[in-house]
């Protein structure tokens, strides 16, 4: 069975007032892939997260989710797509004056009518799923920075959504959380085929769970890569993209080049 | 007997038995969309016919995730309670896994806090409110800290933050207060006429009008404002700043929080709330002057000279201390609240409530004492 496109980026142009930030990028995802969105600090990850989210708007070209122009659509198409995605902010977003359990519910009662016991099971088991069990209970200025993310991410899944979409889930985390993060996110991937759109830099992470990936850059404005991680990290024609997943820097090359003549 | 109807994406299908064996053929999707439809369904099915068991089949569902394994678990529930039996047919392996999972045998809902009883509450309430007066105390103690270091310093004050403190508190305010100076001296004026024109004595409403403005009104009207303006900015700046870990930040950079945000508010708002209630005292004269000529036949000359034979310099001078110690209480306060916010955006906004009702209160009870003062003074 060949796999629809379920997110498509064609020819878009983003920035802030003026300044381009992303120009003429276009990629599509694939229904039930995991698709990563890499690249330097700045370069534009979040801003692009921000289009496909219908957050910005952008100043040239389409997002299209699951058919629909996301940027350019009536209301009540926009508030369909909306409920198709579930968003993890990078600094969690979670209700401040709002208990765990209350933030998970929220979406949950709003777009549901389980009776209460049902929504609090369902609390409940979304909470476990993220590590979070016995913390129903807890405000958010009450938890650590990793269990803010834990929990946001709890209430972006709260719903099941065809599309998940996150800015950089691992930050903050422990490496054994870390790589919990990533099991639950291949496991919602296999159980319930859930799209997943991810921004991250851990390089653990990304060959762990990336079935592709495009990495952005800030000097062309565009992707100067695209495809599988394991393949790209040793051949990619941009030493770049090399360097990026063997985690070497830029000008490795030369310091070793020195390193061995000093030594000589 | 056998019945097909449409639940969103989801079908199913009846089959029943003489002896009250109902099997149920669902197909398509079961998930959050339509969870509630076929608990509502399926659970007046059980209530209506009460069957002795009831099986669902899952050989057709495309799709199901924990919100379709929880209906599952509640039609269980549901049929145990009815003395039934309840069983599954055909489950896919992932689903059977979702039932298991330790999450779903323990169906138990958390347990919500309660809201602790009124004694707790009111001893919580003590508490609180003697931790609030030590905290008080030792804010207080910590600004007169700054005042002494930044005399000492003064290269330490940051000048550039105070003027611009001294635009937004005082330049800023300007119009709106000089606009409820005017219209508030036009009042006084005006009701002071009305009895006064009784006695012929419409000359004395300039008396009545720079005397109670210039002692009483200006000062706490000007406070007032100031206080709804500027001090509740205050306690929201600093409010916001102290969520999200930037007062945390100035500490460890080895700013002091007080000195670095604190003083300048304050200084600003001490010198140009009493400039502020000047222009308060000039502006209400002007709204009596404005009845005086129109409505009571009075000319502009006779009623300035009667506004300067009663207004003493110790009046004014009276009205602008006050307002001083009004500027230092409002800033204060507004601070104080904004240092004391904790957790997230809610408290910002208490805290800023809480600012504006704080220093309206004290600017009364201040002000009863400086009447008090003055009343045995002279
Ligand atoms: N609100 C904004 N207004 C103007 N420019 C912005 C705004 N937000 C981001 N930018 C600019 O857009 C560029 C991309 O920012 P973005 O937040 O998308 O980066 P990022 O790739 O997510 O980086 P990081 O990995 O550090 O999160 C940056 O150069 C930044 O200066
Ligand atoms: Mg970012």
């Given at each position: 069975?060949?796999?629809?496109?379920?997110?498509?980026?064609?020819?878009?142009?983003?920035?802030?007032?003026?300044?381009?930030?992303?120009?003429?990028?276009?990629?599509?995802?694939?229904?039930?892939?995991?698709?990563?969105?890499?690249?330097?600090?700045?370069?534009?990850?979040?801003?692009?997260?921000?289009?496909?989210?219908?957050?910005?708007?952008?100043?040239?070209?389409?997002?299209?989710?699951?058919?629909?122009?996301?940027?350019?659509?009536?209301?009540?198409?926009?508030?369909?797509?909306?409920?198709?995605?579930?968003?993890?902010?990078?600094?969690?977003?979670?209700?401040?004056?709002?208990?765990?359990?209350?933030?998970?519910?929220?979406?949950?009662?709003?777009?549901?009518?389980?009776?209460?016991?049902?929504?609090?099971?369902?609390?409940?088991?979304?909470?476990?799923?993220?590590?979070?069990?016995?913390?129903?209970?807890?405000?958010?200025?009450?938890?650590?920075?990793?269990?803010?993310?834990?929990?946001?991410?709890?209430?972006?899944?709260?719903?099941?959504?065809?599309?998940?979409?996150?800015?950089?889930?691992?930050?903050?985390?422990?490496?054994?959380?870390?790589?919990?993060?990533?099991?639950?996110?291949?496991?919602?991937?296999?159980?319930?085929?859930?799209?997943?759109?991810?921004?991250?830099?851990?390089?653990?992470?990304?060959?762990?769970?990336?079935?592709?990936?495009?990495?952005?850059?800030?000097?062309?404005?565009?992707?100067?890569?695209?495809?599988?991680?394991?393949?790209?990290?040793?051949?990619?024609?941009?030493?770049?993209?090399?360097?990026f997943f063997n985690r070497q820097s830029q000008n490795y090359e030369r310091i070793s080049e020195s390193l061995k003549?000093?030594?000589? | 007997?056998?019945?097909?109807?449409?639940?969103?994406?989801?079908?199913?299908?009846?089959?029943?038995?003489?002896?009250?064996?109902?099997?149920?053929?669902?197909?398509?999707?079961?998930?959050?969309?339509?969870?509630?439809?076929?608990?509502?369904?399926?659970?007046?099915?059980?209530?209506?016919?009460?069957?002795?068991?009831?099986?669902?089949?899952?050989?057709?569902?495309?799709?199901?995730?924990?919100?379709?394994?929880?209906?599952?678990?509640?039609?269980?529930?549901?049929?145990?309670?009815?003395?039934?039996?309840?069983?599954?047919?055909?489950?896919?392996?992932?689903?059977?896994?979702?039932?298991?999972?330790?999450?779903?045998?323990?169906?138990?809902?958390?347990?919500?806090?309660?809201?602790?009883?009124?004694?707790?509450?009111?001893?919580?309430?003590?508490?609180?409110?003697?931790?609030?007066?030590?905290?008080?105390?030792?804010?207080?103690?910590?600004?007169?800290?700054?005042?002494?270091?930044?005399?000492?310093?003064?290269?330490?004050?940051?000048?550039?933050?105070?003027?611009?403190?001294?635009?937004?508190?005082?330049?800023?305010?300007?119009?709106?207060?000089?606009?409820?100076?005017?219209?508030?001296?036009?009042?006084?004026?005006?009701?002071?006429?009305?009895?006064?024109?009784?006695?012929?004595?419409?000359?004395?409403?300039?008396?009545?009008?720079?005397?109670?403005?210039?002692?009483?009104?200006?000062?706490?009207?000007?406070?007032?404002?100031?206080?709804?303006?500027?001090?509740?900015?205050?306690?929201?700046?600093?409010?916001?700043?102290?969520?999200?870990?930037?007062?945390?930040?100035?500490?460890?950079?080895?700013?002091?929080?007080?000195?670095?945000?604190?003083?300048?508010?304050?200084?600003?708002?001490?010198?140009?709330?009493?400039?502020?209630?000047?222009?308060?005292?000039?502006?209400?004269?002007?709204?009596?002057?404005?009845?005086?000529?129109?409505?009571?036949?009075?000319?502009?000359?006779?009623?300035?000279?009667?506004?300067?034979?009663?207004?003493?310099?110790?009046?004014?001078?009276?009205?602008?201390?006050?307002?001083?110690?009004?500027?230092?209480?409002?800033?204060?306060?507004?601070?104080?609240?904004?240092?004391?916010?904790?957790?997230?955006?809610?408290?910002?906004?208490?805290?800023?409530?809480?600012?504006?009702?704080?220093?309206?209160?004290?600017?009364?009870?201040?002000?009863?004492?400086?009447?008090?003062?003055?009343?045995?003074?002279?």
């Open positions: 069975m060949k796999k629809r496109n379920i997110v498509q980026v064609k020819d878009l142009i983003a920035g802030y007032d003026g300044e381009i930030i992303l120009d003429h990028i276009s990629f599509d995802v694939l229904e039930g892939e995991i698709f990563i969105i890499l690249g330097g600090s700045g370069c534009g990850k979040s801003t692009l997260l921000k289009h496909l989210i219908g957050l910005m708007k952008p100043l040239s070209g389409q997002v299209i989710i699951d058919g629909n122009d996301i940027s350019n659509c009536d209301e009540i198409t926009f508030k369909n797509i909306l409920r198709k995605i579930g968003v993890l902010y990078q600094s969690s977003a979670l209700f401040g004056s709002m208990t765990l359990a209350e933030n998970v519910s929220l979406p949950i009662q709003e777009y549901t009518d389980l009776p209460k016991k049902l929504v609090d099971t369902l609390v409940k088991i979304k909470l476990n799923l993220v590590n979070l069990n016995g913390y129903e209970n807890h405000l958010p200025s009450e938890i650590s920075g990793g269990m803010k993310k834990r929990a946001g991410l709890a209430r972006a899944m709260a719903l099941n959504p065809k599309i998940l979409f996150f800015d950089e889930p691992s930050a903050g985390l422990d490496p054994v959380t870390s790589v919990e993060l990533d099991n639950l996110i291949l496991s919602l991937n296999k159980n319930l085929g859930t799209t997943m759109v991810i921004v991250t830099h851990e390089l653990p992470s990304i060959f762990n769970v990336a079935h592709r990936i495009i990495m952005l850059d800030r000097q062309t404005k565009g992707i100067i890569a695209e495809g599988d991680p394991n393949y790209l990290k040793d051949h990619s024609k941009n030493r770049f993209v090399r360097n003549k000093n030594r000589n | 007997m056998k019945s097909i109807e449409d639940i969103q994406s989801c079908q199913y299908e009846i089959a029943e038995t003489e002896d009250g064996d109902i099997t149920i053929y669902v197909q398509g999707r079961m998930d959050s969309s339509n969870a509630s439809r076929i608990i509502e369904i399926f659970g007046s099915l059980i209530k209506d016919r009460q069957p002795l068991s009831m099986a669902v089949d899952l050989k057709k569902v495309t799709y199901i995730d924990d919100f379709g394994a929880l209906v599952l678990v509640e039609l269980k529930d549901m049929m145990t309670r009815a003395n039934g039996l309840f069983d599954l047919q055909n489950a896919r392996e992932e689903v059977l896994f979702m039932l298991d999972s330790e999450t779903l045998a323990d169906t138990t809902s958390f347990i919500k806090i309660r809201p602790p009883n009124m004694f707790i509450r009111f001893g919580d309430a003590i508490i609180q409110y003697a931790a609030d007066v030590k905290y008080l105390i030792s804010f207080v103690g910590s600004v007169c800290i700054a005042f002494v270091y930044s005399f000492l310093h003064p290269k330490s004050l940051r000048m550039e933050e105070t003027f611009l403190y001294m635009q937004k508190t005082g330049v800023d305010a300007l119009p709106v207060v000089a606009m409820i100076s005017f219209l508030l001296g036009l009042i006084v004026a005006f009701m002071s006429s009305v009895q006064l024109q009784l006695f012929g004595a419409n000359i004395y409403v300039a008396s009545l009008v720079s005397l109670a403005m210039s002692r009483e009104l200006g000062p706490i009207m000007t406070a007032i404002i100031v206080a709804g303006r500027s001090g509740s900015s205050f306690a929201a700046e600093i409010g916001t700043m102290k969520i999200s870990e930037e007062v945390d930040a100035l500490f460890t950079m080895g700013f002091d929080p007080t000195r670095y945000l604190v003083l300048p508010k304050i200084l600003a708002s001490v010198i140009v709330v009493p400039i502020l209630t000047l222009f308060s005292d000039v502006f209400a004269i002007f709204g009596g002057l404005v009845v005086g000529v129109f409505m009571l036949d009075l000319t502009a000359n006779a009623y300035i000279s009667e506004t300067i034979k009663t207004l003493t310099v110790f009046d004014v001078f009276w009205g602008v201390f006050k307002s001083a110690v009004f500027a230092l209480l409002i800033s204060w306060i507004g601070c104080l609240r904004g240092f004391q916010v904790k957790g997230g955006a809610a408290s910002v906004g208490h805290a800023t409530t809480s600012a504006v009702v704080s220093s309206i209160f004290l600017i009364i009870v201040s002000d009863a004492i400086f009447t008090v003062i003055i009343r045995y003074l002279r």
